[in-house]
C-alpha cells in the first residue's frame, strides 16, 4: 500500500536543514512499515533496531553520548559499515529507551551528516515531558491511518486514476459518483487500519476486519495501563470509552459529568491531554467568532474529542455494517460522518480544524484558509438541510462555504456541495 507520508521523508533526506526525525501517531498505524519501505526505496542501505526486542542496546546509549561512537558500535551490531547519507539508521520503539530519543539531540549537533529515523508508540505522550525528548533538535512527522485517497489506491486502482483527474467544478459522471460512494462506505466500515485493509484486500471477510479492530481496541486499551506514567490510567480508560456516548449527544461537545457523575475537569483533564498526545483522539475547540486568526478565539473549556480512525469508532459504537451500507438514516450516521470529514481534512490547512456554537445555531467545523474562513457542514446522506450553516452563508457571504454529503459535486448558490469521498482533496479543490 502506497502511503502519502513516503513524500515529506524523501523532501526531509534532501533537505539542507534536516534533523535526526521522529515519527509519531498510534500504535499499528504503519510507522514501522513506512520507514522500512522509506529505507528500501530511498537509500542503499538499511540498518534497523528495535528497542523493545533488544534490550542490549540499551547500554549502549547509556554510556555513549558521542554520536560517533554510537555509530561505531552499531555499525558492529548491524554487521555494515553505516555510511553517511547512504545508510538509513532506523530506530523502532523508541520510546522503550530514553537515552537514545535524548542522544538524537547529539546527532544533530555533532553527527547530522548520518540519516537517523525513529518511532515508538505513545511518543506524543512524551512531548509533555521536556527532559525525556530532544525538543528542537528533531523534525517531526504524524502517521496517521490511510486517509480516504490511500484507501482508494489500495482497494481499486483503476477508480484512484479517474479520483486523482478530478478538478476544480469538474462535473463527475454517475457511474464514477456511484462507485466512489461503494468505495466510501467500504471506508466507514474497514477504516484505515494497515492491519484491517490488508485484511479486507486479501480476505473480503467483514468478520475478519472485526476482529482486528476488536483485538485493536483491545490492545490501545492495555497501553493505558502500561504507559500512563503521572495519569491515572482508570481516568484514561473512562474518557476513552465514553466517547461514542459523548458524540451521541444532540451537541457532541464533551462533557466531563457524562465520563462519570459529578465529574469535573480536574478529574480528567489529563487524561484527555495524554490520549489527544496519544495520537488516539482528535480534539476540535469551539471558537467564539468566526473570523481570522481562528485561534485567537479558541474556548479552551468547549471542545469534541474524536476517534483517531474512523473504522474504530464504528466498531466502538456498534454500528451494523448494513445500516452503512443499506439504510439512509441510522443512529450514529452524523457523528459517525463528521468524524470522517475531520480525519480527511486534518493536515491539509496550516490551522487545525474547529468549530462554532452558541445557543443560537451550529457550524460542523470552521476552517482557516489564508486570511478566508470556511464554515464546513457535514451531512451524511443526501440531506440538506442545516439552517445554521445557510444562515450564516446568506448574511456572511463568505469567499468559500463547504457542505459534505452524498450528492454530486455542484454549486448551490453560494454554496459548494462536495461528495463526502472529495474530503481529502478539500484544498485542491478550492
Request: proline share 4%.
Amino acid at each position: 500500500m502506497r502511503r502519502d507520508a513516503l513524500e515529506p521523508l524523501k523532501r526531509w533526506k534532501s533537505s539542507e536543514d534536516r534533523k535526526p526525525m521522529v515519527l509519531k501517531g498510534a500504535r499499528q498505524v504503519g510507522k514501522t512499515w513506512l520507514m522500512k519501505e522509506f529505507g528500501q526505496s530511498c537509500y542503499q542501505h538499511t540498518v534497523y533496531f528495535n528497542f523493545d526486542e533488544e534490550d542490549e542496546l540499551n547500554s549502549i546509549f547509556e554510556t555513549n553520548k558521542n554520536p560517533q561512537r554510537i555509530i561505531e558500535l552499531l555499525s558492529l551490531i548491524a554487521g555494515e559499515k553505516i555510511l553517511p547519507g547512504e545508510t538509513l539508521v532506523i530506530f523502532d520503539e523508541i520510546q522503550e529507551c530514553p537515552e537514545a530519543l535524548n542522544a538524537l539531540k547529539y546527532f544533530k549537533e555533532k553527527a547530522n551528516e548520518y540519516h537517523v529515523i525513529a518511532a515508538g508508540s505513545l511518543l506524543g505522550t512524551l512531548l509533555a515531558q521536556p527532559k525525556s525528548y530532544p525538543v528542537g533538535m528533531v523534525n517531526l512527522l504524524d502517521v496517521a491511518p490511510l486517509t480516504f485517497d490511500e484507501f482508494l489506491e489500495a482497494m481499486e486502482p483503476s477508480l484512484f486514476t479517474y479520483y486523482k483527474t478530478i478538478q476544480k467544478e469538474q462535473p463527475i459522471e454517475e457511474i464514477f459518483h456511484r462507485r466512489l460512494l461503494e468505495v466510501l462506505n467500504n471506508y466507514l466500515i474497514i477504516g484505515g487500519m494497515p492491519e484491517c485493509v490488508a485484511s479486507w484486500l486479501k480476505y473480503k471477510d467483514p468478520a475478519k476486519v472485526s476482529q482486528i479492530q476488536d483485538e485493536l481496541i483491545q490492545v490501545y486499551e492495555n497501553d493505558f495501563s502500561k504507559h500512563n506514567g503521572k495519569v491515572n490510567s482508570g481516568r484514561i480508560l473512562m474518557v476513552f470509552r465514553s466517547i461514542v456516548s459523548q458524540l451521541a449527544k444532540a451537541n457532541e461537545k464533551f462533557m466531563y459529568g457524562a465520563v462519570r457523575e459529578g465529574g469535573r475537569a480536574r478529574d480528567f483533564e489529563e487524561a484527555i491531554e495524554w490520549l489527544v498526545s496519544a495520537g488516539m483522539l482528535n480534539r476540535v475547540y469551539n471558537v467564539s467568532k468566526m473570523e481570522h486568526p481562528l485561534a485567537a478565539f479558541d474556548k479552551l473549556d468547549q471542545f469534541k474529542l474524536f476517534v483517531f480512525d474512523t473504522g474504530l469508532l464504528k466498531h466502538m459504537a456498534g454500528v451494523g455494517n448494513s445500516a452503512i451500507l443499506l439504510k439512509s438514516d441510522y443512529q450514529f450516521k452524523g457523528p459517525l460522518t463528521e468524524n470522517y470529514v475531520l480525519q480527511q481534512l486534518r493536515g491539509q490547512f496550516e490551522v487545525e480544524p474547529r468549530y462554532f456554537s452558541d445557543k443560537n445555531s451550529e457550524i460542523d467545523f470552521v476552517l482557516q484558509y489564508g486570511t478566508e474562513i470556511i464554515p464546513v457542514e457535514a451531512k451524511g446522506g443526501e440531506d440538506k438541510s442545516a439552517p445554521s450553516f445557510k444562515r450564516y452563508v446568506a448574511q456572511r457571504q463568505p469567499e468559500y462555504a463547504l457542505r459534505f454529503s452524498k450528492r454530486e459535486y455542484r454549486q448551490d448558490g453560494g454554496i459548494t456541495n462536495l461528495p463526502l469521498y472529495l474530503a481529502r482533496k478539500t484544498r485542491e479543490l478550492l
